[in-house]
């Protein structure tokens, strides 16, 4: 008999609500409500309607004093809007790193580096509860489904702060949520019925692209905040003055590409084999003619070939990177030989891109860089020049195979990316062994994992540039360490929901149950066990580098960031 | 110069003036009276170098330098403490049981050192071509599921043909009990692998379109079982050098131990 498909409604949109219990009344309140009052329903297309927006991209929730709204250095995906009430939001000094339920940074001191000597004893995931850096003045509190977490002396932050009040109407958030960069303060509840709209990032993006003014606040506040000082280090503009660099920012556009979710959508695409970059958004066309140079901001994106019936990898860029300023700067020097774009380049994932147009790149930036800053000109012409350009040589440098399986894994994401050299790898573990002994017993990473030819991708966290695992934590446990940048748990604050588990598309963070001093489980009021979610620290409180690396007797295993492949290539080197 | 040459040059660059250097000051030094002491002491201090790499790798935690750079440091002061062990025994065979049996031991830990090194340059780069990654503790459960997974296929409820079952018994029961042909895959050789396939596809000749379908199951089963043995052997030697390396190294350590002592408490006479 043959086998019968299964037959499913196709997935739309707004299958899962950001609210299930949003209500029409609720809905009808936001629309009587600035500025969405003062949008004009009409200009919204038939598909994403302004009422469908707020119905399903938006949540309303409800704090109480001192309840922490957003985190510094957290990553979040959504923007809040204060319908009622106030918060507040810290300017100076910033928080202490235990009052955001996070680890105080810093090394271990020699009695607790020396103590290890003899901890390996104890048993498998023992957790004290007297954790070293555990959170003082911080509480936590269960709201409905979510823990709320709190300050406990607020009078105390106000004195010791510099604060500022923000009042029903005040938008924040908005820059982290759709630059996906870290929240730059933190907003704490400043009334007991604090009511806000929280808009996850869809919903932000199309509220901006059909309402006028919406984008043209978010815009100015970007501009005013993030780009300057963004373009000012960024090296092809370091030659202009301010007057030309403000010229630029004021024309310079921003865009998203891909889905902020990439991970799950990743997740199901690598388990149904199907990851290829014909499917990936197109954010500039091989053939296209070059309107401007793009920066990216944040995210990767891969530049590919066409190659037979499909796009062959070059390389793909990171944050920071540029694509297409070889051919504006031909285009530029020699006009009579106009170039379009060499290559395509594919948001993977998510790409958040800065595009410099064309003009303002002919007018004021070309003109600004030094001969020896310029790119060389464009070899179009088949056969006149057989040399390799620059996009092709990292794939002549790392091998076909190994571009592709680094992209096709999304490893590009990696800061601190656990590398074996296969070739070299004698298998001997001493690199478990010594990532044991650093963390009382406990290997924090499996010496297993995908490979390609003689390179590995062991199984350990990689301190992702794009951190999925840190959005949604509810404590903020799972944070960056705020000198190297390193994602860390705070073990005292886990509450072991495992949002970031879920997140993580390498499957890198493990939760565990923990245990006492006599290797008994550590158990709830319920009797249940409790978890604690646990990956790679990068050996962050410890001298000398990560143990793993120090411990490799062959220079087989490295810790490196593979955002670009210089190191990879250094590395590998024959 | 990749880095590996680099520490390879150097290392012997290194070697080679040390041990041009100790050579030279043999022959100037030699007809010193208390010279074998001097060089004993030195082969001593040489030894306790080589052997604290050993406790370097059990406290991983302390910065206490790259492993690497220790491992180097180890395998060349390794060789020019084997120089100095030849000078120290000033170039002549040893006698007397003792100091025939501490040669023999110093002979060993070198010899199984150099082993060591051998296979340690050589087999992960035959296992990284060979494909077929896998952690030496999984092997066992690996190998059982190979097994019960070709059992199914030759003698379980949906088999079918008496001859598959009898060549399964005859041929491929013992081939998938255990691991089998060590030295052979050492060797690198396939032969055994290439003679049961070669079997196999006799038996596919004189078969029917359900049997070679089931020949051919057996085959890539038999394949992976072949690369799973061959991951063994390799990865058991590249493990097991150290367990005659280490052992043998203590025996070393308490043998020159009661050497001092002899040494010390023997030689008022001969001064």
Redesign the interface.
């Known amino acids: 008999m043959p086998d019968t498909p299964t037959i499913l409604e196709r997935p739309q949109r707004w299958d899962a609500a950001f609210d299930p219990d949003m209500t029409e009344t609720v809905v009808d309140r936001l629309l009587a409500t600035a500025p969405f009052s003062r949008m004009n329903a009409e200009k919204f297309p038939q598909r994403t309607p302004l009422r469908e927006i707020l119905r399903n991209d938006s949540r309303v929730l409800r704090f109480r004093k001192g309840e922490i709204i957003v985190r510094q250095g957290d990553y979040g995906t959504s923007a809040f809007l204060i319908l009622s009430g106030a918060t507040r939001v810290v300017l100076k000094p910033d928080l202490a790193p235990s009052l955001l339920g996070r680890q105080a940074p810093g090394k271990k001191g020699i009695l607790r ?1 020396l103590a ?2 003899w901890n390996g004893s104890r048993p498998a995931e023992f957790f004290s509860r007297k954790q070293p850096g555990q959170s003082t003045g911080l509480g936590a509190r269960q709201d409905a489904d979510e823990v709320r977490v709190f300050l406990q002396d607020v009078p105390r932050v106000l004195d010791q702060h510099r604060t500022e009040q923000m009042t029903s109407g005040d938008f924040f958030g908005e820059i982290a949520a759709l630059s996906r960069m870290p929240r730059t303060s933190t907003i704490f509840a400043d009334s007991d019925d604090a009511e806000l709209l929280e808009i996850r990032w869809q919903g932000l993006r199309d509220l901006m692209k059909y309402d006028e003014g919406l984008r043209s606040h978010i815009s100015r506040i970007y501009r005013e905040r993030a780009l300057a000082s963004y373009l000012r280090a960024t090296p092809i503009f370091q030659h202009l003055d301010k007057a030309q660099l403000d010229r630029v920012a004021e024309a310079v556009e921003f865009s998203t590409f891909g889905d902020y979710d990439w991970s799950g959508e990743y997740k199901r695409l690598a388990q149904a084999g199907s990851v290829r970059p014909e499917k990936e958004p197109v954010i500039a066309g091989e053939g296209d003619y070059p309107n401007g140079i793009v920066l990216v901001r944040a995210g990767f994106a891969r530049v590919s070939q066409k190659f037979g019936g499909g796009e062959r990898t070059l390389n793909y860029l990171g944050a920071g990177q540029i694509f297409g300023l070889n051919e504006i700067a031909h285009n530029w020097r020699s006009k009579d030989a106009v170039v379009n774009f060499q290559f395509s380049l594919r948001a993977i994932g998510y790409t958040h891109l800065l595009i410099v147009p064309t003009r303002l790149m002919e007018e004021i930036v070309l003109p600004s860089l030094p001969k020896s800053e310029l790119p060389p000109l464009v070899e179009t012409a088949k056969g006149e020049n057989d040399s390799t350009p620059p996009e092709a040589a990292v794939r002549e440098k790392v091998g076909a195979e190994v571009l592709e399986f680094l992209t096709e894994n999304r490893f590009f994401n990696g800061t601190a990316t656990m590398v074996i050299d ?7 573990d ?1 690199c478990v ?2 990532c044991a ?2 963390h009382d017993n406990n290997p924090r990473f499996l ?2 994992g995908p ?1 390609a ?2 390179l ?1 991708i062991a199984n350990a966290c990689m301190h992702c540039a794009d951190p999925v695992c840190m959005i949604g934590c509810p404590t903020g446990a799972i944070h960056r360490e705020s000198f190297a940048g390193q994602v860390v748990i705070n073990p005292a604050t886990c509450i072991g929901c495992k949002s970031c588990f879920n997140h993580c598309p390498y499957d890198a963070i493990r939760m565990v149950e923990v245990r006492d001093e006599r290797g008994e489980l550590l158990v709830d009021q319920e009797m249940k066990p409790i978890a604690k979610a646990t990956k790679c620290d990068l ?1 962050v409180e ?3 580098g990560p ?1 793993c ?8 295993l490295a810790r490196m960031s593979l955002n670009n492949l210089d190191p990879l290539v250094k590395w590998l ?2 | 110069m990749n880095r590996f040459r680099h520490q390879l040059f150097s290392g012997l660059g290194a070697s080679v003036v040390a041990g041009a250097g100790a050579l030279w000051l043999n022959g100037k030094f030699n007809a010193l009276p208390d010279y074998a002491f001097l060089t004993g002491w030195a082969l001593l201090a040489g030894m306790f170098v080589l052997t604290i790499y050993n406790v370097r790798k059990k406290l991983p935690f302390l910065p206490l330098g790259k492993s690497e750079t220790w491992l180097q440091i180890h395998i060349y002061l390794g060789f020019f403490t084997t120089l100095l062990f030849l000078i120290h025994l000033n170039f002549r065979l040893p006698h007397g049981w003792f100091e025939i049996a501490l040669a023999w031991l110093f002979v060993l830990v070198s010899g199984s050192g150099m082993a060591g090194l051998l296979f340690s340059r050589v087999l992960p780069r035959r296992l990284a071509t060979r494909g077929g990654e896998v952690i030496f503790e999984k092997i066992p459960a690996l190998r059982h599921a190979l097994k019960t997974q070709a059992e199914d296929l030759a003698l379980g409820m949906d088999a079918k043909s008496p001859v598959i079952a009898d060549f399964y018994a005859r041929r491929l029961a013992a081939f998938f009990s255990g691991p089998k042909n060590l030295w052979l895959h050492l060797a690198e050789s396939r032969r055994p692998v290439n003679a049961l396939l070669a079997q196999l596809e006799d038996l596919r000749r004189f078969s029917n379109d359900a049997e070679r379908d089931q020949i051919g199951k057996l085959s890539a089963l038999v394949r992976q079982k072949d690369g799973l043995d061959y991951h063994r052997a390799l990865q058991l030697t590249l493990k097991l050098w150290l367990f005659v390396h280490i052992p043998l190294t203590y025996s070393l350590l308490i043998f020159t131990a009661a050497h001092l002592v002899f040494v010390f408490g023997f030689s008022g006479g001969a001064r």
């Open positions: 580096t290890q000597i296969l070739d070299r790898c004698t298998r001997c001493d062994r010594a002994s650093t010496r297993h490979s030819g003689r590995m050996c410890n001298y000398g143990a690396e120090r411990a490799c007797p062959h220079g087989a080197k024959l």
